[in-house]
């Protein structure tokens, strides 16, 4: 058994850094544990993939983080088991640690729905590996044609959600401004982007007016758009729709969803909707004292009742909302429940385009003054300020240029593993 600490965090994303941060600054001995040694930018990972910025905007490493928190001690390892009766975590090196309060913030895997083919040949977009694996994965795809006259080039996203909507429309306008550009337009009107989902309409948790612009805008850069149809199969060359329709697909990215990993479903906590914990209004895990739950590994309620959307807003309230429940434990004091301030959702759709629904209100914007507010927003939540400098300099030379702002070298060829 090696050293006990008062608070175990699993986990360094949004919601993991955000409560080992809050409970760290108050003189809290915390364990901060990850498979990884960075934290990830999940938002911006789209844009790794198809080269408009680059792995060190989204990737900080998380001891430069807490450089001035000394009672966060950050441990690299990946966490094999947990024994939530014990409040206890065991490395996959065989390394034991105990603490008082245990806090999962593990995150999520992709969601492939049991779908044929799927895990083997889909490229998700949840890591920093993920999004390096698609983007030199896209590059070889196009180079190949390029040598190939007459290849027609087809790239399928499954999922209309905020992910699948910003891929698929990041991936049109490279074909549009940088493949016409940098390759020859003979091979940009050779490549089609196709979106699919078995929702009949784009950004579900959008109003219709915005999902009648992103409609709108996705049609006008040429994505060419299947909706109200599942995936019945996903195959090395594309995907087969429920209606029977095959498009045909060199690069299949599969946005269609997340739930929890196996470090949740090994754990012996009661799983709800995705596989995710459901947890209590005060973010605890029902039936094991003095265990958190939080971010995307977490089914989180607002004070009405409904279940919260697996949204980086939400992950980093909710960590540090358990840091303050995590301080009254130790103190003695009383958990409150969570409350969420709904700061509203956006998704981009290209150069100049965007939707945005802000605040509770849902004050809706599209266009350049969405577009505008979009970069602004994941400008400030940009974790360092080298990550922010960077990530501008990017969208400038990108979004002015028209120039592809950074090269991706990953795994070629492989979708997951």
Same mark, same amino acid.
């Given at each position: 058994?090696?050293?006990?600490?008062?608070?175990?965090?699993?986990?360094?994303?949004?919601?993991?850094?955000?409560?080992?941060?809050?409970?760290?600054?108050?003189?809290?001995?915390?364990?901060?544990?990850?498979?990884?040694?960075?934290?990830?930018?999940?938002?911006?990972?789209?844009?790794?993939?198809?080269?408009?910025?680059?792995?060190?905007?989204?990737?900080?490493?998380?001891?430069?983080?807490?450089?001035?928190?000394?009672?966060?001690?950050?441990?690299?390892?990946?966490?094999?088991?947990?024994?939530?009766?014990?409040?206890?975590?065991?490395?996959?090196?065989?390394?034991?640690?105990?603490?008082?309060?245990?806090?999962?913030?593990?995150?999520?895997?992709?969601?492939?729905?049991?779908?044929?083919?799927?895990?083997?040949?889909?490229?998700?977009?949840?890591?920093?590996?993920?999004?390096?694996?698609?983007?030199?994965?896209?590059?070889?795809?196009?180079?190949?044609?390029?040598?190939?006259?007459?290849?027609?080039?087809?790239?399928?996203?499954?999922?209309?959600?905020?992910?699948?909507?910003?891929?698929?429309?990041?991936?049109?306008?490279?074909?549009?401004?940088?493949?016409?550009?940098?390759?020859?337009?003979?091979?940009?009107?050779?490549? !089609?982007?196709?979106?699919?989902?078995?929702?009949?309409?784009?950004?579900?948790?959008?109003?219709?007016?915005?999902?009648?612009?992103?409609?709108?805008?996705?049609?006008?850069?040429?994505?060419?758009?299947?909706?109200?149809?599942?995936?019945?199969?996903?195959?090395?060359?594309?995907?087969?729709?429920?209606?029977?329709?095959?498009?045909?697909?060199?690069?299949?990215?599969?946005?269609?969803?997340?739930?929890?990993?196996?470090?949740?479903?090994?754990?012996?906590?009661?799983?709800?909707?995705?596989? *995710?914990?459901?947890? *209590?209004?005060?973010?605890?895990?029902?039936?094991?004292?003095?265990?958190?739950?939080?971010?995307?590994?977490?089914?989180?309620?607002?004070?009405?009742?409904?279940?919260?959307?697996?949204?980086?807003?939400?992950?980093?309230?909710?960590?540090?909302?358990?840091?303050?429940?995590?301080?009254?434990?130790?103190?003695?004091?009383? *958990?409150?429940?969570?409350?969420?301030?709904?700061?509203?959702?956006?998704?981009?759709?290209? *150069?100049?385009?965007?939707?945005?629904?802000?605040?509770?209100? !849902?004050?809706?914007?599209?266009?350049?003054?969405?577009?505008?507010?979009?970069?602004?927003?994941?400008?400030?939540?940009?974790?360092?300020?080298?990550?922010?400098?960077?990530?501008?300099?990017?969208?400038?030379?990108?979004?002015?240029?028209?120039?592809?702002?950074?090269?991706?070298?990953?795994?070629?060829?492989?979708?997951?593993?």
């Amino acid at each position: 058994m090696e050293d006990s600490y008062q608070v175990i965090v699993i986990g360094a994303g949004f919601a993991g850094t955000a409560a080992a941060r809050e409970l760290g600054r108050k003189g809290v001995r915390v364990l901060l544990i990850d498979s990884n040694n960075y934290h990830q930018f999940q938002p911006l990972l789209y844009q790794v993939a198809t080269s408009q910025i680059g792995v060190s905007a989204i990737a900080r490493p998380i001891r430069s983080m807490f450089r001035r928190i000394r009672n966060v001690r950050v441990l690299t390892a990946e966490v094999a088991s947990v024994d939530v009766g014990n409040h206890t975590v065991t490395t996959d090196e065989g390394d034991t640690f105990r603490a008082k309060v245990l806090v999962i913030a593990v995150g999520a895997v992709p969601n492939f729905f049991n779908t044929p083919g799927a895990e083997e040949h889909a490229f998700p977009l949840y890591s920093v590996t993920d999004a390096t694996r698609l983007g030199t994965s896209v590059t070889r795809l196009l180079d190949r044609a390029d040598r190939e006259p007459g290849t027609e080039v087809d790239m399928v996203v499954v999922g209309g959600g905020p992910t699948g909507v910003e891929t698929a429309g990041a991936l049109a306008e490279n074909i549009k401004f940088v493949v016409a550009k940098y390759f020859s337009p003979e091979l940009a009107a050779r490549c !089609r982007v196709h979106l699919v989902d078995m929702v009949p309409s784009v950004l579900a948790m959008f109003s219709s007016k915005s999902q009648e612009y992103t409609r709108q805008r996705l049609a006008k850069i040429g994505v060419q758009m299947h909706m109200g149809v599942g995936v019945t199969e996903v195959r090395a060359d594309g995907v087969t729709l429920a209606d029977g329709t095959v498009i045909p697909g060199g690069i299949v990215v599969w946005a269609g969803g997340l739930k929890g990993g196996h470090l949740i479903a090994g754990s012996g906590l009661p799983q709800g909707k995705g596989g *995710r914990i459901d947890v *209590r209004a005060d973010l605890t895990a029902p039936g094991a004292e003095g265990v958190y739950v939080i971010g995307d590994a977490a089914n989180i309620t607002d004070s009405t009742g409904a279940k919260l959307p697996q949204l980086g807003s939400v992950a980093q309230q909710a960590g540090k909302w358990a840091a303050r429940n995590i301080l009254a434990d130790l103190n003695g004091g009383t *958990r409150q429940p969570f409350r969420y301030v709904d700061k509203g959702y956006m998704a981009m759709i290209g *150069r100049g385009a965007a939707v945005a629904e802000l605040g509770r209100r !849902r004050v809706q914007l599209q266009g350049p003054l969405a577009f505008l507010s979009w970069l602004l927003v994941h400008l400030a939540l940009l974790s360092g300020f080298q990550q922010k400098v960077r990530a501008l300099f990017s969208w400038l030379n990108g979004y002015v240029l028209h120039s592809p702002a950074q090269v991706v070298i990953g795994e070629p060829d492989k979708a997951q593993r």
